[in-house]
């Protein structure tokens, strides 16, 4: 069963630093790109970051450039979002999915806030 699984979330004070986590389950996991993506209360689901399948290119949102880095391990089947710097506006699940040649799911979320 194709399946991602994201985890690594929390409660972290403003400036502070967390690494979320993605692992992938029942697919060629290093042929295909990844992206992290955030739903923030009350706002549309919104594009994070992107790593190629090999991981030699990568892509980000403006609003989180800078401060948010995506990388992988395919030899872990996992995918990674470290995540720095971070201030309320962060606030939000995040959800890794994969979406190429057919293949589209999502993960479940794991929940991110930022607050004193």
């Known amino acids: 069963q194709v399946q991602l699984v994201e985890s690594g979330g929390g409660l972290v004070q403003p400036g502070g630093s967390l690494r979320l986590s993605c692992g992938a389950f029942g697919f060629a996991f290093s042929d295909y790109a990844m992206t992290w993506w955030r739903q923030a209360p009350g706002k549309q689901r919104e594009f994070v970051a992107a790593i190629t399948n090999g991981g030699g290119d990568t892509s980000y949102a403006n609003s989180i450039k800078g401060r948010f880095t995506i990388s992988r391990d395919n030899t872990k089947n996992m995918v990674y979002l470290q995540l720095k710097s971070l201030i309320p506006d962060d606030t939000a699940v995040y959800y890794c999915?994969?979406?190429?040649?057919?293949?589209?799911?999502w993960g479940q979320g794991t929940q991110v806030t930022v607050s004193t």
């Open positions: 999915k994969v979406d190429e040649r057919g293949l589209t799911v």
